[in-house]
């Protein structure tokens, strides 16, 4: 048996039972057994394994479901089985599911239960292991079947971990024996070599071969189900299939050569793949990973098809388009789904410089005084440790500081539009997106034509790297031609085009956010408190902090009061949900008040993802509470006139707060009427139920 503890045991077998009518109800139920045993929190895992099935579900054709998570609120790896006595529909294909498992693995498991659990994943494609398991007549005859899939004994050498983290050709039909793959290769034996098979170019003995890309957002049991899948496709078909599940597990990267000897390409993935470039050029299938597991054979008979159509969608190396940019084919997402995506890349790559050079510049300020700022410039220059300028010490190691932190913010536009162009066109796009940028800049156009010339840096970018060139020209396209003729395009375009009026359109909002004041303002705080509370550091939170980081000026008022509107608003929600946790601990579950205790340092420090996992288990009472909060919190800066000249670090940079006292009383003021309501929703459900 294996050396790690034991991932199965009756306790956690059901067998003939009625869990619920939902396959919500049978997960709480699951959870609850899983629980039983002392293994997990039930309320904290069954609420993981619900936000995970909400992302895509569980059900697998064969009528078995496998709800899966990894959790904080699991101590020990573990797998919890059910035998339903009425199936329950878990959103599979071909109807519901009497078999579910839910497999339960620590938030900071091993790789070795990681290998377990996959392990349990593939022998669940077999008909015959489904059909045993139907068949038992007990747990303890469900807990030897599943104990000699994941910990078989060790001399029979099926324990020992492949040199390779790839998939086996493990075989669906139980009449038929899997024959063992070499480096996840589908052999092909028997009625899959005979001539005429579909996929195959007719006239043609040419056995092909596809590369199969998994990939689930857990990366425990789809990911490497659906390599499975493709495997035994392949093996119907007469196709070699070489996988690489990009899982939890640590797994090798495809060699070159078995890149270069592949046909075609199948991305079968729920996240983004690992290493895209490697496969630029090849014809390419690409779809979420249950398509991969409902419809094989299509998925390699479209990927054969592919490899013998000259005008088939390929990869381009880039993460965003992987086809023609003229017809949009070739990936699965809409333009508007690219462009969001592109804009939130930005964002999220801009957000160094900005935490970095805005606390740099906060230090500054309490080094040398807000007065540094009239003077940083020339004591950086003529000063030195062996020079002091008159205000000493201090005053050097402001203007330090404070220099560093401006030419980190002062990269803010440039950033933001290079990693949107990156975003669309990888590489090639980063030198005209950058450029761009810095344009606007110039022109004044501010983080607005930052926006646009990153996206139009991004969408030339791409146009061209979708041109079909000799291949004496590849080697300069993403190197020198590409960057080239974007850069020119797109900075000709601000310049010439766009640079004047985006400009105007930013003189005219920093005048009326200037010219604002009392109910205007007061309403601007509220709508900035909303949008910084709706989805705790998804996209309407990003827009909102961008906006006041990008418009943030030590030298405006108005600007001031929008970035501590903003950093205000975002720490209520863990704050809010600390104080909750800490006056009502019997209405939350004992991860969630653990959770609730880190919430408070956090909320403190201004990251607003502290109040996730409390929103993605009761998202319909928490978040319209914490928007509750945040839109007094708003409100109340603006009123009072609270201004911030740093856009992070929360409560530790109080001293470039102005007035801190105001700040203090709206984070108070929006955490106690967030509690109030979570707390007040909270009691409502506990006595309906």
Excluded at 137 to 148: F, I, K, N, W, Y
Excluded at 325 to 354: C, D, E, H, N
Excluded at 434 to 446: E, I, N, Q
């Amino acid at each position: 048996m294996s050396t790690n503890p034991s991932l199965i045991e009756p306790g956690l077998v059901a067998v003939d039972v009625d869990l619920g009518s939902t396959k919500e109800d049978v997960i709480r139920g699951l959870a609850g057994i899983v629980a039983a045993t002392g293994r997990a929190d039930a309320d904290g895992l069954a609420a993981d394994a619900l936000t995970r099935e909400g992302k895509s579900p569980t059900g697998m054709p064969g009528g078995f479901a496998i709800p899966h998570c990894r959790s904080a609120a699991v101590n020990q790896a573990s797998l919890g089985f059910a035998r339903l006595v009425e199936p329950i529909d878990f959103g599979a294909k071909d109807g519901p599911s009497d078999l579910v498992f839910l497999i339960a693995a620590a938030e900071s498991g091993g790789a070795d239960h990681m290998k377990l659990l996959t392990k349990l994943a593939r022998a669940l494609i077999k008909k015959d292991f489904l059909a045993a398991l139907r068949s038992a007549s007990s747990p303890d005859e469900v807990t030897d079947l599943v104990r000699g899939v994941v910990e078989p004994p060790a001399d029979t050498g099926a324990a020992a971990t492949p040199a390779r983290e790839t998939t086996t050709a493990a075989d669906t039909t139980p009449s038929r024996a899997a024959e063992p793959v070499a480096a996840g290769v589908s052999t092909a034996t028997g009625a899959a070599a005979a001539p005429g098979i579909a996929g195959q170019a007719e006239g043609s003995d040419k056995r092909r071969t596809v590369i199969a890309i998994t990939a689930c957002p857990t990366g425990i049991a789809h990911t490497f189900m659906a390599a499975d899948y493709l495997v035994n496709a392949g093996k119907e078909l007469g196709i070699d299939v070489i996988t690489e599940p990009q899982g939890s597990t640590a797994t090798d990267s495809l060699t070159a050569e078995q890149i270069a000897s592949a046909d075609a390409v199948i991305f079968a993935t729920d996240v983004g793949v690992k290493g895209r470039e490697r496969f630029a050029g090849k014809p390419v299938i690409e779809s979420g990973v249950k398509r991969a597991i409902n419809e094989p054979e299509v998925m390699l008979k479209e990927a054969v098809a592919a490899s013998d159509n000259p005008n088939a969608p390929r990869v381009s190396g880039t993460p965003a388009a992987d086809a023609d940019v003229a017809t949009g084919r070739g990936s699965q997402l809409g333009w508007g789904k690219r462009i969001q995506q592109a804009l939130m890349t930005g964002v999220s790559y801009m957000i160094p410089f900005v935490a970095a050079g805005g606390l740099l510049i906060a230090l500054g300020f309490l080094f040398g005084g807000y007065q540094i700022t009239d003077v940083a410039d020339q004591v950086v220059i003529e000063n030195s440790l062996t020079n002091l300028p008159e205000g000493g010490l201090m005053q050097y190691l402001g203007a330090v500081l404070f220099t560093l932190g401006a030419t980190s913010m002062n990269f803010l536009v440039a950033a933001l539009a290079g990693y949107i162009a990156f975003a669309l066109a990888d590489r090639p796009g980063i030198a005209p997106g950058f450029t761009a940028g810095a344009v606007a800049v110039v022109v004044g156009a501010g983080f607005i034509g930052g926006i646009a010339g990153g996206l139009i840096a991004g969408l030339v970018a791409m146009w061209l790297g979708s041109f079909k060139v000799p291949r004496w020209v590849r080697g300069l396209m993403p190197v020198v031609i590409i960057p080239l003729i974007a850069t020119l395009i797109s900075g000709g375009l601000m310049f010439l085009l766009l640079g004047r009026p985006l400009a105007a359109l930013m003189t005219g909002l920093t005048g009326w956010l200037e010219g604002m004041s009392g109910g205007a303002a007061i309403l601007l705080g509220v709508v900035l408190g909303l949008m910084m509370c709706f989805d705790l550091g998804g996209p309407v939170n990003k827009s909102a902090y961008t906006f006041a980081t990008a418009g943030l000026a030590v030298s405006s008022q108005p600007s001031m009061e929008i970035m501590a509107a903003v950093m205000a608003a975002g720490m209520v929600p863990p704050l809010a949900l600390a104080l909750a946790t800490a006056v009502r601990p019997k209405l939350f579950t004992p991860i969630e008040q653990e959770n609730g205790r880190a919430a408070w340092l956090l909320g403190a420090s201004f990251i607003s993802e502290g109040a996730i996992p409390f929103a993605a288990a009761d998202p319909f009472r928490i978040i319209p509470s914490m928007m509750a909060g945040g839109a007094v919190t708003g409100a109340l800066i603006m009123a009072l006139g609270v201004g911030s000249k740093a856009p992070h670090g929360g409560i530790f940079v109080f001293f470039a707060i102005d007035p801190i006292w105001g700040f203090i009383v709206a984070v108070l003021a929006g955490m106690i009427v967030s509690a109030a309501l979570v707390l007040l929703l909270k009691q409502l459900k506990a006595r309906a139920a």
